[in-house]
């Protein structure tokens, strides 16, 4: 939004310079508090909060900043903690997941009768596996064991299988070719 003050005067006052000067100083003013005021309303929403809003976040509910974090992985590690309440229940502990992995990036196993739960996410970075497992741990109740690890799925692909299944493949073909990059 463009403020123009200079158009509320009456005309044979805007002709006058100082106003104009006035009408100009003042455009600006406003121009940046229409522009501050729009940070904050974007500041608002995980999605689109600034880093500066991201960090203030984060510093009040304690939580570390891993070094080469993106800003998106920090906001939807936030996500998961506000979306982490009560009730503790197995749903809610998806969701939580859900929004800290931005999706079906995990895989969540709980066993009632062992007493356990399993997370393995399908990602890379050892921050989140940290994040997930510390809010896991605030979720579940004491007496159940947590599991928390890391899948990399491109390897899970080729456990089955013998170095003379592969015979003609080349460790390019094997990381470029997307017939391997299927499976889980």
Same mark, same amino acid.
């Given at each position: ?15 006058? $310079? ?18 501050? *005021?729009?940070?904050?309303?974007? !500041? #608002? #929403?995980?999605? %689109? /909060?600034?880093?500066?809003?991201? %960090? ?6 304690? *939580?570390? *900043? ?14 998961? #903690? ?12 998806? !969701?939580?997941? %859900? ?7 995990? %895989? ?13 996410? $399908? ?11 510390? *809010? ?24 089955? /299988? ?23």
């Amino acid at each position: 939004m463009r403020a123009d003050l200079e158009a509320h005067l009456p005309e044979h006052i805007g002709r006058i $310079r100082e106003f104009q000067e006035y009408g100009a100083a003042g455009d600006m003013e406003l121009d940046r508090i229409w522009a501050a *005021i729009a940070q904050e309303l974007k !500041d #608002y #929403y995980a999605d %689109t /909060m600034s880093e500066a809003e991201c %960090t203030a976040r984060e510093r009040m509910l304690g *939580i570390q *900043i891993m070094p080469g974090e993106t800003l998106e992985s920090r906001r939807r590690r936030l996500r998961g #903690y506000y979306v982490s309440g009560l009730p503790y229940t197995e749903k809610k502990l998806e !969701d939580v997941l %859900t929004a800290l992995c931005g999706g079906r990036d995990f %895989t969540l196993t709980v066993q009632r009768d062992k007493c356990e739960v399993s997370i393995e996410l $399908r990602l890379a970075a050892k921050g989140l596996q940290e994040n997930a497992e510390e *809010i896991a741990r605030k979720m579940l109740p004491a007496n159940m064991l947590l599991k928390v690890s890391i899948q990399y799925n491109r390897w899970r692909r080729f456990a089955g /299988m013998r170095w003379r299944d592969l015979r003609g493949e080349t460790w390019g073909s094997l990381l470029a070719d997307k017939k391997w990059q299927g499976g889980a």
